[in-house]
């Protein structure tokens, strides 16, 4: 199995920064990693994910052009880059690890290691 733990949220104003972090231990030979989050209220929903070797990476359209994954495998970590905040992106942020390799926009059962969530709070 593979724990995962999340750092870095945090409460900052609408157009702030934030770089989350995921250490991965234990079997850390995972192959897609990827950043969930969930809103109060709402449903958890996908925001990127990355291969492996970091060479694909996808985003939901809101996180386009202003969120980053990336990947250290030296260091077992996993990083969210997250600039120009808005409110909308307050929520609790996972992390999430698979032995399946990325294959396109990642579905949830396909993780099967996940971190307790980190909170994201931005203010307007």
């Known amino acids: 199995q593979v724990q995962l733990v999340e750092s870095g949220g945090g409460l900052v104003q609408a157009g702030g920064s934030l770089r989350l972090s995921c250490a991965a231990s234990g079997r850390t030979f995972v192959s897609a990693m990827a950043w969930f989050r969930q809103a109060p209220g709402k449903e958890r929903e996908f925001v990127a994910a990355i291969s492996r070797g970091g060479g694909a990476t996808y985003y939901v359209d809101s996180a386009k052009g202003r969120f980053t994954i990336s990947r250290d495998n030296a260091k077992n970590t996993m990083y969210l880059q997250m600039n120009s905040l808005k409110p909308e992106d307050t929520a609790v942020y996972y992390c999430?690890?698979?032995?399946?390799?990325?294959?396109?926009?990642?579905?949830?059962?396909?993780?099967?290691?996940w971190g307790q969530g980190t909170q994201v709070v931005v203010s307007s």
């Open positions: 999430a690890a698979s032995f399946r390799p990325l294959n396109g926009p990642p579905r949830e059962y396909e993780y099967n290691s």
